[in-house]
C-alpha cells in the first residue's frame, strides 16, 4: 500500500470517526504529503486537498489551524479555499502568516479584511512585499499608529493621492512617522511641501538625506531663506520636469488659457496647475506653489481673478488645494461671493505688487 493510499485510508476513517485528535493527526500528515510534493501538483491535485483540508480544519483546534496555515502561507500554489479561509480567521495566529505572506490573496479579500478585521489583522497585512494603493487606504485610514508607521516604511507599498493626503496629516506631530512617510522615493511633491511645512529641523535634516535632490529647497524652509531656492529646486524636480515639457507641447500649438487650467486641476495634476497658475500670472513658480500647498482660498481667488480665470475653473483649483479632506459646499458658496465682488483691476494690483516684491529680492 503506497503513503498516498494509506493517508486517504487514514483521511477517510477520520472524517467518520469525529475524533478531534484523530483529525488533527491526519491533518498533519496530509499537510506534510501536499508541503512535500505541493511544486509538482497540477490544478486538479491542488483542488482534492483543498477540499480535505477544508473538511480537516472544520474541527480541530486553534494550534493545528495555526500551524497549518505557517506551513502553507509561503507555498506559490497552496489550495486557495483554504488559504482564504485561514486569512479570515478571527485569531491573529491562524490569519497573520496568510495575511503577510499568501500570494493567493486578491486585493478584494485584503480590502475587506481590513475594513472588518482587528489591528493585529491591519499590522500583518501594512507587512505584505506588495500592496495595491486600494489596500493602503483602507490600512492609513483605520489603522492605528503602528499600522500607518509599517504600511509607510513598506517599500513595496503603493499610495493614492487620498492615501498620501491622510499619511501626510497623521505625520503632524510624529517625527517618526513623517521621517517614514517623507524618504518616500516617489512621494509627490505637493504632499513632500506639506510634510515639511510641519516638519521639526531634525526631522528635515533627515528628509535632506532621502532627498538629496531637494536639500536645497530643504534648507530653505528650515532657515526661511530666499523663495528663489524653491524655484530652483522646483525647476529641476522631476516632476516638474515632465509638467514643463506637457505646458510647453500645448503652448508650441496655442496660448496657455482657463480651459487648460480646468483640466490640470479636474485631473488632479498638481505641478500643471501650479506651472500654468505661474506662467499666466508671471509670479514665481514657488510663490504660486505655497499659496496651493497652505491652501490659501483667498490668495487664489486673488490669482484667479487677475488673470481672468472662470469660477467653473476656480472651483476645481479649489478642491485640488484642498487635498482629501475637500471642501464643504458652506466654503466655495463663500469663496464664490468673495470671487464675484472683487474687482479684476483689484486683484490685478495685487499680484502686480507681488511682482515686484519678488523682482526686488
Known amino acids: 500500500m503506497s503513503s498516498q493510499t494509506a493517508i486517504i485510508n487514514e483521511l477517510e476513517d477520520a472524517l467518520a470517526s469525529g475524533s478531534a485528535e484523530k483529525r488533527t493527526k491526519t491533518l498533519r500528515r496530509v499537510t506534510d504529503l501536499f508541503v512535500f510534493g505541493s511544486s509538482h501538483f497540477a490544478k486538479d491535485h491542488v483542488a482534492v486537498f483543498d477540499g480535505v483540508f477544508q473538511h480537516l480544519i472544520a474541527d480541530v483546534e486553534l494550534s493545528a489551524r495555526a500551524a497549518l496555515a505557517v506551513r502553507l502561507a509561503p507555498l506559490k500554489n497552496a489550495p486557495p479555499k483554504v488559504m482564504h479561509r485561514l486569512a479570515v480567521d478571527d485569531d ?93 522615493i516617489e512621494i509627490p511633491r505637493q504632499h513632500f511641501l506639506r510634510l515639511l511645512n510641519t516638519a521639526s529641523s531634525t526631522v528635515r535634516t533627515a528628509l535632506e538625506t532621502a532627498h538629496p535632490e531637494l536639500a536645497a529647497e530643504i534648507r530653505s524652509v528650515v532657515g526661511n531663506a530666499a523663495a528663489a531656492i524653491q524655484e530652483k529646486a522646483a525647476a529641476g524636480s522631476r516632476d516638474y520636469v515632465a509638467a514643463r515639457r506637457h505646458l510647453a507641447s500645448i503652448q508650441a500649438k496655442r496660448v496657455l488659457d482657463d480651459s487648460d487650467v480646468a483640466a490640470f486641476a479636474q485631473a488632479g495634476r498638481f505641478e500643471e496647475t501650479a506651472l500654468a497658475l505661474a506662467t499666466l500670472c508671471a509670479l514665481p513658480l514657488d510663490v504660486i506653489e505655497r499659496v496651493m500647498v497652505q491652501d490659501l482660498e483667498e490668495t487664489i481667488l486673488i490669482i484667479a481673478k487677475a488673470i481672468g480665470l472662470s469660477w467653473s475653473t476656480v472651483k476645481p483649483v479649489l478642491r485640488l488645494c484642498a487635498g482629501k479632506n475637500g471642501i464643504s459646499e458652506q466654503s466655495l458658496g463663500r469663496c464664490l461671493a468673495v470671487f464675484s465682488k472683487l474687482k479684476q483691476e483689484t486683484a490685478q494690483q495685487v499680484v502686480d505688487f507681488q511682482r515686484k516684491r519678488q523682482s526686488s529680492r
Do not use: C, W
Not at 509607510?152 to 493626503?165: L, P, R, V
Open 92 to 184: 491573529i495566529g491562524v490569519a497573520g502568516p496568510v495575511l503577510t505572506q499568501s500570494d493567493l490573496l486578491e486585493n478584494v479579500a485584503l480590502v475587506d479584511s481590513a475594513k472588518t478585521k482587528s489591528q493585529k489583522h491591519l499590522l500583518a497585512i501594512s507587512q505584505r512585499k506588495i500592496l495595491a494603493d486600494t489596500v493602503t487606504d483602507v490600512l492609513v485610514e483605520r489603522g492605528n499608529r503602528e499600522v500607518a508607521l509599517t504600511v509607510a516604511k513598506n517599500k513595496g507599498a503603493q499610495f493614492s493621492e487620498a492615501g498620501y493626503f491622510r499619511l501626510v496629516k497623521r505625520s503632524e506631530g510624529d517625527e517618526e512617522l513623517t521621517k517614514s512617510v517623507g524618504s518616500r
